[in-house]
């Protein structure tokens, strides 16, 4: 496995790599990696020759008040589970280099990153573009992976790379979640053990929605109160969104006729939580 | 020669010829080709295996009370001068297939895009910048080549490469003119006998900007003065704007001790025609 740091260094061995015929995956990633990154890893290698994966805490998708300061960065444990994975290659930027001063273009997907997390961090999704546009020029993939859990950013993108005719291949895999139902996150370490069992009303309460659905509701709004009645047991739970959409445009639906992507944003005392859970077309059958 | 439509086929021929390790050029144009044009064609014929040449009159760039529908479409002639010139491939689709209903992503390169010709064409840089980063995508050109006589959108279109790492070298060669200093413009098919006389104000207030700044003169603000009177003695000629900047930034500069970029857009009659003129730092010796 090589960690490469310098741009132009990835670009090169990138192109070495593509004028050999073999076919590149990438999996961009902010490090503190785990089982989801990881299942993202194994999928980009069964698809591709050689597997890149992104290391890179992308200031410009942080709000100026959000935790960019304290996210984790495990570099050495990261790179230990790259190599355990069986990783090609670890690209990994300094934020210099992706953003010299003179820095000035942005890549936006305008109204899908508006709702949803967009509403509370204007911006964010701005900076996941444009981020992941530059991966996409340096590393020049065939496959990029990304996860579910991300369910807006995972549209987004998609929509970015068909819309710019990037040529890449998005695969969005699903959520990977402890045994009691968290979805995991690198954010998951900022809760205490309190926290930790309060952050489980995210996975019940989607469970509860899937349950009503099935079930026969098809009341969005029924659904959401329930949703929000169970979250709101949990004493330290602050709800910042509960919505369910339209899956490949993100719109608010109010009755539930076709596919829909029930997803929701938490915060468990300071820690903000997402998760989200697509109900298919299938499971609205009775 | 060969034309493409669809964007799939120019992608394939184009990864066909990158994995053949042809170097490909791309000169990006919206048609109705002169001298201008060609001599790019020539630049990029030199320094590159397969040339493309990309005709496509861009909607998004235009305002909505612009000439998108007016503009000249002279795709036999085109194909002609393209032929004739040793063009490889002319990439030519249709307005449909560049922007499905569903498009939602802008490139931009903000703060560079607002001044100058974007002070009166609000978000046509966005329109150039996400244009250009999708035939960017499509040809996956090494080199690509625009005209100076563009001068704002070549520094734009420059800083976008570099920002979101294209790997693409971006060439910018000296404005064609017509023996009698007229810069060669598309839209010069617009002017009547009348205005084709008077649309040589901007060349020669170019010229007289020159020359007193190499007699000396280091105030903008006394070289604009003399470049608006020069142009204002043409009956039908409306100044939009007269600007010295720095070539880097396109900020305006008071005084010149260094290489500017001096550029205007003038109205002849309803024909809105821009010309500029770069003072290199050698021509500031005395």
Known sequence: MKIIRGIKAMQGSSGKCKKKGLRIGLVPTMGALHEGHLSLVR??????????VSIFVNPIQFGPKEDLKRYPRPAGKDAMLCREAGVDYIFYPSARDMYPPDFKTGVSVRELGKGLCGASR??????VTTVVAKLFNIVRPDN??????????AVIIKRMAKDLDFGINIK?????REKDGLALSSRNIYLDRVGRAEALCLSAALRLAKDLIISGQRDTRAVIRAMSALISSAKNADIEYI????PNNLKEIERINDECLIC???RIGKTRLIDNVVIKRSGLKK
């Open 43 to 52: 999928s980009c290698r069964r698809d591709n020759d050689i597997t890149v």
């Open 144 to 153: 990029a992976y990304f996860g579910q859990k991300d369910a807006q950013q």
């Open 264 to 266: 929701l944003a938490v």
């Open 172 to 176: 969005v895999l699903p959520i990977v």
């Open 243 to 246: 919505k369910i959409v339209d």
């Open 122 to 127: 204007p911006g964010h999704f701005d900076g």
